[in-house]
């Protein structure tokens, strides 16, 4: 396909035809006062911001950079930190959650138990087994 060229004249008419309509700010043109008015309002609180609360993976995860369990953007499965709230402390790395009705973004306490180990939790789904002396926490006890 051959590439498209264009004269000088028609690079001219259409520099004039585009002049003035270009505004980085929001694509649009606004006069100097509705401009600052809108900086000011960008100052403020972000209208996407949700609080630090978003999903990933189908889990909610919360926006907590001086955790010690959160990820290098700062995020900490909002799961793990209820947890580690009621236990007084963060839960360690091994230390596995489980859903029980699988639904991952129910982070309801009475739908939560935390195994040991992630072998632990791997045991109830392949064989339904579930021993106490491996829960660390146990989500049913609460209603």
Sequence with gaps: MPVKTFTDEH?????ESQKG?????YGHKHSEATRKKLRAKRKGKRPSWKGGRVKSG??????????????????????????GEVLGHPLEKQNEVHH???????????NLIAFITRGKHKALH???YINPKDIIFDGRSYT
Excluded at 11 to 15: D, M, N, Q
């Design 100 to 110: 029980i009705n699988n639904i991952r973004d129910d982070n309801r306490f009475s």
């Design 21 to 25: 309509s270009h505004n980085s700010f």
């Design 11 to 15: 690079k001219r008419k259409i520099s």
């Design 126 to 128: 392949q064989w339904n």
């Design 58 to 83: 189908g889990y909610i995860m919360l926006f907590k950079p001086n955790h010690p369990s959160a990820n290098k953007k700062g995020y900490i499965p909002e799961h793990r930190f209820l947890i």
